[in-house]
Every structure is written in structure tokens, then in C-alpha cells.
């Protein structure tokens, strides 16, 4: 069963607009880590964040933020007036399986970006 | 920074042949790790390692095998290409520590197409 899931396959934006991502994932972890990153056009996968399951406060970095919500398993990522150099396959990932997981991470299929100037 | 490399960007082998993919990171990481990448499926684990001569399979190690002599070094090994293989190969690298939500660092990938 898929553990991270990714709905969105592609976003098309407008230079400027805002864009929300969705991850939803499952876990019967009380604890685990959740990551997002980007992969530009180059191919390079790009750590973007990382948030244990115990802070639940947003964050935000600039143009990006992130909505962490454990009552419906969420950790959502927004691209604020999003540019062109956004454009990019965004993965959601997971780590959990503390007894044999040796730090794996559990992706989502990712979500496709296209902003258009 | 972390830096991790991959020995080539874009290969071409033909069916059968054997076929080496290599990475190397800079930052004394214990785990690395072997991905590939397809559309629409992410990424999947292909082979891991914690440490020098370890190795774990992951969730397809079916047609790969790897090789860890030196800690900064990770091989994936495809012993008789098939076309099936064809992917973006995906190396990572991480701390080992307690926590097992280290942060992963990826090197650039290699397109690999057999033909």
C-alpha cells in the first residue's frame, strides 16, 4: 500500500499565482519524519524541509510554506507568487519504521510544476 | 555542503551487457542508498548500505546487486541489462544516527537507456 500519496500529477500556474501541493501519508508511528524535495529540470533531487511528527507548527521560508496537520495526515507545501524557476517535480516523503529503517524514505509518485511566465 | 557524485549523467548499454553505475559523497555519511526513478512512480529503493560492506536490499533489488569497499563509495551493479532497466538512477547518502530521520542528499542522477 502506498504509504505516501501525491495526488496532484501536474499544476499548471501563471507566473505570480500561488500553489498549494498536497501529501497525504500513512503511518502507525507515533513518531516519524517528513520531507519534501525538489527535482529541477537537471535532475538533482533538492532537500527542500524536514519536520518530525511532534512539531506541528508551520513553517515558512521565504515564498515556500509548509501546512503540517497530523489529524488528517497532511503535510501540504505552498509556493507563494510562484516564479518560473519554480518549475520543478516536487516528492513528499516519508521516515518511519524505526526498527529496521536504517533512515529510509518512503516517496510520493511527486508533483509536476509548470509555471508559465 | 554535501556533496555526492555519480559517475555518469547519461548511459547507453546495449541488452546483456554488464553495466556499473557509481557514486561517491564527500561528507563521511554512513548509509547510502540506490533509487530509480520512473514516471509516475517516484522514486523506489533499489539497494542500501550502513556502513563498508554492508548492504540491505530494498524494495527492488530484483537484476541489481551493489558494492560498498570504501565508505565514500557506493556501486550498483546491473549484471545482464535489460530494457526493463532503462530509469534515472538516483544515488543518496545520510548520517546514521539514532534518529532515523536523517536528511538524505542526492547526486545528480544517470539517465541510463539500454537499448
Known amino acids: 500500500a502506498q504509504k505516501v500519496t501525491q495526488a496532484q500529477t501536474e499544476i499548471s500556474v501563471v507566473e505570480k499565482e500561488d500553489v498549494t501541493l498536497d501529501c497525504v501519508y500513512e503511518t502507525r508511528d507515533t513518531t516519524y519524519y517528513l520531507f519534501w524535495y525538489k527535482q529541477p529540470p537537471s535532475g538533482e533531487l533538492v532537500f527542500l524541509i524536514r519536520r518530525n511528527s511532534f512539531d506541528e507548527q508551520n513553517e515558512i521560508s521565504g515564498r515556500y510554506s509548509w501546512n503540517f496537520q497530523k489529524s488528517t495526515s497532511s503535510f501540504n507545501f505552498t509556493i507563494t507568487a510562484s516564479q518560473v524557476v519554480d518549475s520543478a517535480v516536487y516528492f513528499c516523503?516519508?521516515?518511519?519504521?524505526?526498527?529496521?529503517?536504517?533512515?529510509?524514505?518512503?516517496f510520493g509518485a511527486g508533483t509536476q510544476v509548470v509555471v508559465t511566465p | 555542503d554535501v556533496k555526492v557524485t555519480q559517475s555518469s549523467r547519461y548511459l547507453v548499454k546495449r541488452t546483456g551487457e554488464k553495466v556499473f553505475l557509481e557514486c561517491v559523497q564527500d561528507?563521511?555519511?554512513?548509509?547510502m542508498f540506490w533509487y530509480r526513478q520512473d514516471p509516475g512512480l517516484g522514486l523506489r529503493l533499489i539497494y542500501f548500505?550502513?556502513?563498508?560492506?554492508?548492504?540491505e536490499k530494498g524494495d527492488i533489488p530484483e537484476g541489481y546487486s551493489v558494492s560498498r569497499e570504501k565508505k565514500e563509495r557506493f556501486s550498483l551493479i546491473l549484471e545482464s541489462a535489460s530494457t526493463n532497466q532503462t530509469s534515472m538512477y538516483l544515488c543518496?547518502?545520510?548520517?546514521?544516527?539514532?534518529?532515523?530521520?536523517?536528511?538524505?542528499?542526492f547526486g545528480p542522477g544517470t539517465r541510463l537507456l539500454v537499448l
Open positions: 561528507m563521511d555519511h554512513e548509509n
Open positions: 548500505s550502513y556502513d563498508v560492506k554492508m548492504k
Open positions: 516523503a516519508l521516515s518511519d519504521q524505526p526498527t529496521d529503517s536504517w533512515g529510509k524514505l518512503q
Open positions: 543518496a547518502s545520510s548520517l546514521l544516527t539514532s534518529s532515523y530521520g536523517e536528511t538524505q542528499y
